[in-house]
């Protein structure tokens, strides 16, 4: 009778220790991860798409043609990576771009980016990283 509910307080032990998004079958684990989500977009469904529509509503909205020394417009592209830490903060970590301009208003930009609901992997938040072109 002792093992019987030791057996049992064991057997509930694990699945009170059991983490969300996580299935084990075999010697197979996998972790279900979920993107960023923007403030906003909770209550869609597709909220990847509700994310990248939000992206491009800021970008546009906060989109400055950088000027040089002439007060002339400076053309050009940038590739931008950012990362959604653990908190849901936009942390630019890499600009690449030839005009350090257009670098500069690129960075200035995209850290503009609302707070959001940080992106999870096995329930757990997780920084989340991406990669954005942009043409000035």
């Known amino acids: 009778m002792k093992k ?3 057996f049992i307080f064991l057997l509930g032990g694990i699945n009170a220790f ?3 998004d996580v299935n084990v079958k075999g010697n197979k684990v996998t ?3 979920t993107a960023p989500v923007w403030k906003g977009c909770e209550s869609e469904k597709d909220q990847k798409a509700c994310f990248n529509k939000m992206l491009m509503q800021h970008i546009k909205q906060n989109y400055k043609y950088p000027k040089n020394e002439k007060g002339e417009y400076i ?3 940038a590739t931008v990576s950012i990362l959604v830490d653990e908190k849901g903060k936009v942390v630019v ?3 690449d771009g030839a005009h350090p301009q257009i670098n500069t208003e690129a960075k200035r930009m995209l850290e503009a980016i609302p707070q959001m609901t940080p992106g999870k992997l096995g329930g757990k938040p997780k920084a989340i990283k991406y990669t954005i072109p942009l043409n000035f």
């Open 4 to 6: 019987l509910v030791l």
């Open 18 to 20: 059991a983490q969300q």
């Open 31 to 33: 972790m279900k991860g």
């Open 75 to 77: 053309r050009g592209k």
């Open 93 to 95: 970590t890499k600009v």
